[in-house]
């Protein structure tokens, strides 16, 4: 709250627990509608992301994820040994790592993307503010023919 006063900010806190739980924390604004603005504000950073994204191949994940929910619906769990869910285990680890990866990819891209956009309207500044400065001399000079 002392942030969020100093900042004169809305502030947004999300903590899920190794178990599980969800902890949440906002200040002055309720939770859903900072989470709205953010959502809002980069609307077109998540959609161009999403984008990227459709093209990714998941075949092994959809299997995997079927595969740990059959385990975990077993009727009997205690059948499931140790080594199995340690496996299974394993096995998500590796396809979370990709999942990453492959979105840490995407976010560098889109950063460079956003680069180049910064870039290219910087140039088209330059040359718009060249234009008005060399209307200006040629309005001056106009005016003191005048």
């Not at 002392?2 to 604004?29: E, M, N, Q, T, W």
């Not at 740990?68 to 009727?75: A, G, I, N, R, W």
């Not at 205690?78 to 096995?91: C, F, K, M, Y």
């Amino acid at each position: 709250r002392p942030l969020s006063r100093r900042c004169d900010a809305s502030i947004a806190l999300l903590v899920v627990s190794a178990s599980g739980k969800l902890y949440s924390f906002s200040s002055g604004d309720n939770l859903g509608k900072i989470l709205d603005r953010y959502l809002k504000q980069h609307a077109d950073d998540f959609k161009a992301l999403d984008r990227q994204s459709k093209g990714l191949n998941y075949g092994l994940h959809p299997e995997l994820l079927e595969i740990v929910e059959s385990k975990l619906l077993e009727s009997n769990v205690g059948n499931v040994s140790v080594d199995s869910v340690i496996q299974l285990e394993d096995h998500l680890d590796n396809a979370l790592s990709v999942i990453r990866a492959r979105k840490t990819e995407l976010m560098l891209k889109l950063v460079e993307n956003l680069k180049e956009k910064e870039k290219l309207l910087k140039e088209e500044n330059q040359v718009l503010a060249s234009q008005m400065e060399k209307n200006n001399l040629v309005r001056a000079e106009a005016d003191n023919m005048e």
